[in-house]
């Protein structure tokens, strides 16, 4: 994959997942990669997805964005190691071995598990990417 560009990652807000979220009258509240990939090459037919090539989700760069299936989406996301397939309930998604230290209380009151590795990773990578933009 060669992209000449930097990622160009969305400032505003985001969901729990990263991805920026913007509101476009009369249809709510969007994913912005979605909008921008609008913008460029018109409506996104139903079931079509946009994919990050560069696998950061608040990046809004054109270069950065494809669009396809979600089986494609899946594909590339087990070519890049972001999912493992199937879990077992002792691997997260991305096959960590979860360790006592990973259960924690949600915000409903409900014990969760939650990989602290891969939250450690996530932190990571927005923080290089706001580096980046800076």
Do not use: F
């Not at 997260?92 to 009151?109: E, I, L, N, P």
């Amino acid at each position: 994959m060669n992209l000449t560009q930097p990622c160009k990652p969305w400032q505003g807000a985001t969901n729990k997942q990263g991805y920026g979220r913007v509101y476009v009258p009369g249809q709510g509240t969007q994913l912005v990669h979605r909008v921008a990939w609008a913008e460029e090459h018109g409506p996104i037919p139903a079931g079509v997805v946009i994919r990050h090539r560069c696998d950061n989700p608040p990046c809004t760069q054109l270069e950065h964005l494809t669009d396809g299936t979600q089986a494609d989406n899946v594909q590339d996301a087990v070519e890049r190691a972001r999912m493992t397939g199937p879990r077992t309930g002792e691997q997260c998604g991305r096959g960590h071995t979860y360790t006592a230290q990973d259960w924690q209380t949600s915000r409903r009151g409900s014990r969760v598990r939650d990989c602290k590795k891969c939250r450690a990773t996530t932190r990571k990578l927005r923080r290089a990417a706001k580096v980046e933009a800076a």
